[in-house]
């Protein structure tokens, strides 16, 4: 988070694609709502394209939409120094899912941190910058794995409806590609739970089975806004 200080409260910006392609999305949006209209059309790019079919744009992402129409209640134009924090947000909620990731795992708290800053600070986030939607997803990858843990715990309910929520919040964030496989590389690691619990018990955990198959389900449907126009 430190890293976008300059970015936020000084005279630099990101660059590449958060700018040149990102920013005229949501600048988009922004215009759309300030008009009281829902951004479903795009009549600047060619000769006109559905704006819907847009998936990078995070329109029905709560920290993209979401904040954006909020903001045209209150602001008369949106710049590109206002939208840049949203990446040092993403790596706070990231660096906050691996801190308490790394506790559930019995790290101590000093190790928890070094932790969380080791993955913030890494050089495939830092060289990612520019491609807000992949930022954003994988800052909620940490809470997936939290309730996948919770759920294995204690078939825990909370956790499967904060599972639903994280992946229908990983599909909206804007960057189809690299959510398919953060949920391809997610389902490998519950399946290891799941299996390795079955060996533990020497019986299949059915209800903690049920209770993936709802999350995922729910998850999708969540998240149907974006994969239905596709």
């Known amino acids: 988070?430190?890293?976008?200080?300059?970015?936020?409260?000084?005279?630099?910006?990101?660059?590449?694609?958060?700018?040149?392609?990102?920013?005229?999305?949501?600048?988009?949006?922004?215009?759309?709502?300030?008009?009281?209209?829902?951004?479903?059309?795009?009549?600047?790019?060619?000769?006109?394209?559905?704006?819907?079919?847009?998936?990078?744009?995070?329109?029905?992402?709560?920290?993209?939409g979401g904040l954006l129409f909020l903001a045209s209640w209150w602001l008369d134009d949106l710049s590109l120094r206002q939208v840049q924090w949203i990446n040092g947000l993403h790596m706070a909620?990231?660096?906050?899912g691996v801190y308490v990731l790394a506790r559930l795992h019995g790290a101590s708290p000093l190790r928890a941190f070094a932790v969380a800053l080791l993955v913030i600070f890494s050089g495939w986030l830092m060289g990612?910058?520019?491609h807000p939607?992949?930022?954003?997803?994988?800052?909620?990858?940490?809470?997936?794995?939290?309730?996948?843990?919770?759920?294995?715990?204690?078939?825990?309910?909370?956790?499967?409806?904060?599972?639903?929520?994280?992946?229908?919040?990983i599909?909206?964030?804007?960057?189809?590609?690299?959510?398919?496989?953060?949920?391809?590389?997610?389902?490998?690691?519950t399946l290891s739970r799941v299996a390795a619990t079955t060996i533990a018990q020497r019986r299949i955990p059915w209800e903690r089975v049920g209770l993936f198959a709802v999350a995922g389900g729910l998850g999708l449907a969540l998240a149907a806004p974006v994969w239905l126009p596709l």
């Not at 309730?147 to 825990?156: D, F, G, N």
């Open 1 to 64: 988070t430190a890293f976008c200080f300059p970015v936020i409260f000084g005279n630099r910006h990101i660059p590449f694609d958060f700018d040149g392609y990102h920013f005229p999305l949501w600048k988009f949006m922004f215009d759309a709502f300030r008009e009281g209209t829902l951004p479903v059309f795009d009549r600047f790019t060619y000769s006109g394209v559905p704006f819907l079919s847009e998936s990078q744009s995070g329109l029905f992402y709560p920290l993209n």
């Open 93 to 96: 909620i990231c660096g906050a």
């Open 128 to 130: 990612n910058q520019q």
């Open 133 to 169: 939607g992949m930022i954003a997803e994988y800052a909620w990858v940490p809470w997936l794995l939290i309730a996948i843990e919770r759920i294995v715990a204690a078939a825990s309910a909370p956790a499967t409806a904060g599972l639903a929520v994280g992946i229908a919040l």
């Open 171 to 189: 599909i909206t964030a804007g960057f189809l590609p690299e959510a398919v496989f953060i949920l391809l590389a997610t389902a490998v690691y």
